[in-house]
């Protein structure tokens, strides 16, 4: 047993770890991005009608799929996707973003949603 315990401990490094690179928008920080932020920002093109609909296509059909996995998911992985939707949520100190606000309540919407499946 002494090894499940050391492998349950490894895991909760990981996912600290892992979700330690959150902050107010999903991860911005870290060394890709400062290395991009001494760089001269490139606008970014603007988007033509048709692409904005392909990628909207786009993103509605990983939501599906996410919830088809979601469905088959395990209860561990489902409250994992759960405290990982929490925890991207505004924590004390941290400003309070929209965006932030709304990804954290699209994940856990994800997650009830898939639940019909099951």
């Known amino acids: 047993m002494p090894r499940q315990k ?10 600290q770890q892992a979700l330690s690179r959150w902050e107010n928008e999903g991860g911005a920080t870290g060394p890709i991005v400062a290395a991009a932020a001494d760089k001269e920002q490139i606008p970014a093109p603007e988007m033509s009608n048709a692409e904005l609909v392909a990628l909207r296509v786009r993103v509605i059909a990983l939501e599906n799929l996410l919830i088809s996995l979601l469905a088959t998911a395990s209860d561990q ?8 939707a929490g925890y991207i ?5 941290f400003t309070h973003h929209p965006l932030t606000i709304h990804a954290a309540a699209h994940m856990t919407d994800l997650i009830e949603r898939s639940s019909r499946f099951r």
């Open 6 to 15: 050391s492998d349950d401990s490894s895991q909760v490094l990981q996912r």
């Open 77 to 84: 992985q489902l409250e994992v996707a759960r405290e990982m």
């Open 89 to 93: 949520s505004p924590r004390p100190g």
